[in-house]
C-alpha cells in the first residue's frame, strides 16, 4: 500500500470539551507503520496547558455525568458497543496499521474492545449500597456508591483499543469523566473511538483524550490538577511505580495494570496436544506483546522432549508478514527497538547454555519482524526468565516434582497471569491455589474476558479491570449514620 493519507478522516487532534484541536503550541509528532516503517499520520501532541485544560473540560462535564440517569448512561454504552461492532473492519485495519499486528488478532481486539461497553451497559444499572441495623442497635448503617470524579487514563500500545475500552467503559458507566493519555505509538486508534464515543451520545467534555509525545510531563500535569482523582494506568512496571509516586501528592485512587511474567506450567498427565495448541495461543496472541503472554514455559520431564518438539512445529508453521494480508498469523512487533530486545535476549539466553529450537534471529528487509522462537534447555538462572519478553520467544525449562514447579513459578516479583495443563483436577487447584498471580488459566491459554476480574498481584499491580469489580475501581462507598 502506497497512498499518503489511508484513513483521510480519522482524527488527529487533540478532543477536549468536545472539540477538536490542535496543541496549544502547535506540537505534532509521527505515526509510523511498523510493517512498513512508512508515515501513517501525524498527530498533535499535547502540553501541559492542553492537558490541564482536558482536566478542566471533564471536571466541568463531571457533575452533569454523574446525575445523568444509570440508564441513560448504560444505552450510550450499547449504542457504543453497536457502533465499534458494526464498524470492527475499519478499526481493526486501524489498528492493524498502527500497531503492526496480525489481522485475526486486531479484529479479536476489537471484539475484546467493545465487549467492554456492553458489559458496563449492563453493570450502570446494577450499582447498589446497602442497609443494616448497627450492632448496638442505635442507627442504621447505610452505604451509597458515587462516582470518583475525574479520572485520568493511561494506556499502553499493544492493545490500543480494548485497554483505552477496559477503562472508559466502566468509568462512564459509574459516572466519571476521563482524559485518556493513549501510548504515542499508538493514539490514532484511542482517537477513532473517542470519536464514536461522541456519536454515541456521550457528552461533551465526558470524554477527552489527549495525545502526547511528553508523557511524562502531561501526565504529571494532570495528576497535580487538584480536580483530578483517580488514575488508572496500564503499561510497565517501571512508569507505574514512578506514576504511584507522582499520585501520593495529591492522594489520588490508582488503579494499576503493569507488567507480567506468566508462568505456563504443563504436567506428564497433561493432553499434549490440547497443551500445544493453548501454549500457541497463550505465547503468540498479539505477536507475545501482552502482558498475559506466557513468558517461562515449564514442562516435566516425562513429557519435555515431545512438547518441546510439537510446540516448535506449531510456532514454525505460523506465517509472519504483513498484518494487512489476513492469511498472516504473526505481524510486526511494535517498532524496531522491540526486534532488538528480543534479538538481544535470545542471543544471552544462548550463551547462557539454551538451545534455539525454531527461530532467533530477526527476519531480513523492512519492517519490525522477529520470527516465533523457542529456545529449550533452559536452565535455572537464565537471564531471559527474569525478563518479560514482550515478543514471540518461548523458553522451556524441564521440572520433575510440583513442587518444584511451584516454586520455580512463584520465584519473580511479578504476579500476572499464570497457567497449569494437567488431567488431575485435584492438582490443578491446588497449583492454582499456591501460585502467586492475579489470574489463572486451567487447561486453557486463552484467560481474557470482560465479564471475569483482570489484574495482577506483587509488582503486576494494584485493583481489577472487568467484572463486577471493574466499576468499583470507579467510585467511593458513602457511609450515611442515620437515626430513625
Ligand atoms: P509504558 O512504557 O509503561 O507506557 C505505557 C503508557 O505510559 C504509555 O501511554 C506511555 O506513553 C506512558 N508513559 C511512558 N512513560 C511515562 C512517564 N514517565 N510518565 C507518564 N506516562 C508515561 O509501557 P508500554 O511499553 O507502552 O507497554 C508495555 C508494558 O505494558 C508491558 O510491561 C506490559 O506488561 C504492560 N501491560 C500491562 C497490561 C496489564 O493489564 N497488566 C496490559 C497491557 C500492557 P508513551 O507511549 O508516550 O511513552
Ligand atoms: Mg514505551
Not at 489481522?103 to 476489537?110: I, R
Not at 511505580?241 to 501520593?248: E, F, N, S, T
Not at 506468566?262 to 502482558?291: H, W, Y
Not at 516454586?407 to 488431575?424: H, R
Request: one cysteine or more; a negative charge; hydrophobic letters at 45%.
Amino acid at each position: 500500500m502506497t497512498e499518503q493519507r489511508p484513513f483521510a478522516d480519522v482524527p488527529t487532534q487533540l478532543f477536549i470539551g468536545g472539540q477538536w484541536r490542535d496543541a496549544s503550541d502547535a506540537s505534532t509528532f509521527d505515526v509510523l507503520d511498523p510493517a512498513t516503517g512508512e508515515t501513517l499520520a501525524t498527530v498533535a501532541s499535547a502540553s501541559e496547558d492542553d492537558a490541564r485544560a482536558a482536566v478542566d473540560a471533564a471536571t466541568d462535564a463531571g457533575a452533569d455525568w454523574a446525575a445523568t440517569a444509570p440508564r441513560v448512561r448504560a444505552e450510550i454504552l450499547q449504542r457504543a458497543y453497536e457502533l465499534m461492532t458494526s464498524r470492527s473492519d475499519e478499526i481493526a485495519e486501524l489498528i492493524v496499521r498502527e500497531n503492526g499486528k496480525a489481522w485475526a488478532d486486531a479484529a479479536g481486539e476489537v471484539k475484546y474492545a467493545a465487549e467492554f461497553f456492553r458489559w458496563y451497559a449492563e453493570e450502570a444499572v446494577r450499582v447498589s449500597g446497602h442497609l443494616q441495623t448497627s450492632p448496638q442497635g442505635d442507627k442504621r448503617i447505610l452505604t451509597l456508591q458515587q462516582p470518583i470524579g475525574t479520572s485520568v487514563l493511561v494506556t499502553p500500545w499493544n492493545f490500543p483499543a480494548a485497554m483505552a475500552t477496559r477503562k472508559i467503559a466502566p468509568a462512564l458507566a459509574a459516572g466519571c469523566p476521563v482524559v485518556l493519555k493513549p501510548a504515542s505509538d499508538t493514539p490514532l486508534t484511542a482517537l477513532a473511538v473517542a470519536h464514536l464515543l461522541a456519536e454515541a451520545g456521550v457528552p461533551a467534555g465526558v470524554v477527552n483524550v489527549v495525545p502526547a509525545r511528553r508523557s511524562g510531563i502531561v501526565v504529571k500535569a494532570m495528576l497535580s490538577h487538584p480536580a483530578t482523582r483517580k488514575l488508572s494506568f496500564t503499561g510497565s512496571t517501571e512508569v507505574g511505580r514512578a506514576l504511584l509516586r507522582d499520585a501520593a501528592d495529591q492522594i489520588l485512587s490508582v488503579s494499576m495494570e503493569l507488567g507480567g511474567n506468566a508462568p505456563f506450567l504443563i504436567f506428564d498427565d497433561a493432553d499434549v496436544d490440547a497443551a500445544v495448541e493453548a501454549a500457541t495461543v497463550a505465547k503468540m496472541r498479539n505477536g507475545g506483546q501482552s502482558c498475559i503472554a506466557a513468558n517461562r514455559f515449564y514442562v516435566q520431564s516425562g513429557i519435555y522432549d515431545e512438547f518441546a518438539a510439537r510446540f516448535a512445529k506449531a510456532l514454525a508453521d505460523m506465517p509472519m508478514g504483513r498484518g494487512l494480508d489476513r492469511s498472516m498469523e504473526v505481524g510486526a512487533m511494535i517498532n524496531t527497538a522491540a526486534v532488538d530486545d528480543v534479538t538481544k535476549l535470545v542471543a544471552e539466553s544462548v550463551e547462557a547454555g539454551a538451545t534455539v529450537a525454531t527461530g532467533g534471529e530477526p527476519s531480513a528487509g523492512a519492517g519490525a519482524f522477529f520470527p516465533p522462537t523457542v529456545v529449550t534447555g533452559i536452565e535455572r538462572g537464565n537471564p531471559i526468565l527474569d525478563h518479560e519478553i514482550f515478543g514471540p520467544v518461548a523458553p522451556l525449562v524441564a521440572f520433575d516434582t510440583e513442587e518444584e514447579a511451584l516454586e520455580l513459578a512463584n520465584a519473580t516479583q511479578l504476579g500476572l497471569a499464570s497457567y497449569v495443563f494437567t488431567a488431575d483436577l485435584a492438582r490443578a487447584l491446588r497449583v492454582s491455589e499456591a501460585l502467586e498471580a492475579g489470574m489463572v488459566g486451567v487447561n486453557r491459554g486463552f484467560i481474557s474476558d470482560p465479564a471475569a476480574p483482570f489484574g495482577g498481584v506483587k509488582h503486576s499491580g494494584l485493583g481489577r479491570e472487568g467484572g463486577s469489580e471493574g466499576i468499583h475501581e470507579f467510585m467511593e462507598t458513602k457511609y450515611i449514620a442515620v437515626e430513625w
